[in-house]
């Protein structure tokens, strides 16, 4: 006799089960990416193939391809096993816009264990264990993960972004504030060789890139804490991208942005786009928990950027917010 009713459960079920499962499908990639075994699947290999390959049992290599194949990584057919072609640029080691080494680096700050997350929680078990989000030997320690993040992910949006404003054929010079790579200033003038980049960073890490760029004649660096030091003048364009949160006073900030630029120059600021209550997107807020028990709130409340940007005399404020792979964007641009 057919049963007259295939589907079982609620949303809430479905969510909390697909909740415990979802761990699993990050260690099962990682373990994919430390292997390189994407890289071996560009072709079309048999678990057979891929157990004398990584020196692993068949059985078990067969077990690990199938999960591979459940979570949509790899295909298979006819038992061979390949790299999916939505992610074969992605997942392979050595392309230019491989996320591998970008994936395993963000995991490690962003994730937290269960017992980490009870002990953060109380006050009086909070602990420092080495640099943090606001000290500069953090930074050093994160530029080549920031340049990985730049290079293949944000900053092809980054540079739709710019070159789409009204006033991209009229600037000659821009500030990256905060900028924590040098990848932007080389992607810059790959799209606009006359153009002239300032950089500006904490010292540590603004002697790094001057290390990467100092045969790059139009690439100024320039080292300081934005709250104390000059920013510099002569701007056309000012870009700050998830660094306004380390200002003492935003409004302060923002009027020294707009004393360093050109009369008519824009100010354009790129932070994640969070609600009034701070509870969504998902991606920032869970993927800043970790950092946040420990430091704090980080990002900036919705609002804060345009109210500072009108207390600073910008004018022409607008707001747009971008749909990202990394969460949800407001994009604030202001005219000095």
């Known amino acids: 006799m057919l049963f007259n009713k295939s589907s079982f459960g609620d949303d809430a079920q479905f969510f909390l089960f697909d909740t415990l499962?979802?761990?699993?499908?990050?260690e099962i990639l990682s373990a994919g990416i430390k292997l390189k075994i994407?890289?071996?699947?560009?072709?079309?290999?048999?678990?057979?193939?891929?157990?004398?390959?990584?020196?692993?049992?068949?059985?078990?290599?067969?077990?690990?391809l199938n999960s591979m194949v459940s979570i949509g990584l790899i295909d298979k057919f006819?038992?061979?096993?390949?790299?999916?072609?939505?992610?074969?640029?992605?997942?392979?080691?050595?392309?230019?816009?491989?996320?591998?080494?970008?994936?395993?680096?963000?995991?490690?700050?962003?994730h937290v264990s269960e017992s980490e997350i009870i002990d953060l929680l109380s006050s009086k078990h909070q602990k420092k264990?080495?640099?943090?989000?606001?000290?500069?030997?953090?930074?050093?320690?994160?530029?080549?993960?920031?340049?990985?993040?730049?290079l293949s992910v944000r900053n092809p949006i980054v540079l739709d972004v710019l070159m789409s404003q009204p006033n991209w054929s009229d600037v000659n010079h821009i500030l990256d504030l905060g900028a924590g790579s040098e990848q932007l200033a080389i992607d810059l003038l790959s799209v606009k060789p006359d153009l002239k980049v300032t950089i500006f960073d904490l010292p540590g890490i603004a002697s790094l890139i001057k290390n990467?760029?100092?045969q790059k004649a139009q690439i100024n660096v320039l080292e300081g804490d934005m709250n104390t030091a000059s920013l510099g003048s002569?701007?056309?364009?000012?870009?700050?991208?998830?660094?306004?949160?380390?200002?003492?006073?935003?409004?302060?900030?923002l009027e020294k942005i707009r004393q360093s630029l050109n009369p008519g120059g824009m100010f354009l600021s790129f932070h994640e786009k969070l609600n009034s209550e701070r509870t969504s997107p998902e991606f920032h807020i869970v993927g800043r928990i970790h950092a946040e028990l420990k430091l704090g709130p980080l990002s900036l409340s919705s609002g804060s950027v345009e109210k500072a940007l009108a207390e600073a005399c910008f004018?022409?404020?607008?707001?747009?917010?971008?749909?990202?792979?990394?969460?949800?964007?407001?994009?604030?641009?202001?005219i000095a």
């Open 21 to 26: 499962v979802a761990p699993l499908r990050w």
């Open 315 to 334: 004018k022409d404020i607008f707001t747009q917010v971008l749909k990202t792979p990394f969460g949800d964007i407001e994009l604030v641009s202001g």
């Open 212 to 214: 990467q760029v100092f």
């Open 78 to 110: 006819k038992g061979k096993y390949q790299i999916s072609s939505s992610y074969r640029s992605l997942l392979t080691s050595g392309s230019d816009s491989s996320l591998c080494g970008l994936l395993q680096h963000l995991s490690q700050i962003k």
């Open 38 to 64: 994407f890289d071996y699947l560009q072709d079309a290999r048999t678990a057979k193939d891929v157990a004398l390959h990584f020196d692993f049992l068949e059985s078990r290599a067969e077990l690990f």
């Open 129 to 150: 264990n080495g640099p943090t989000m606001k000290d500069p030997e953090f930074w050093n320690d994160m530029i080549e993960g920031l340049r990985l993040f730049h």
């Open 234 to 253: 002569g701007y056309d364009l000012v870009f700050a991208s998830m660094v306004l949160y380390y200002a003492n006073d935003l409004t302060h900030t």
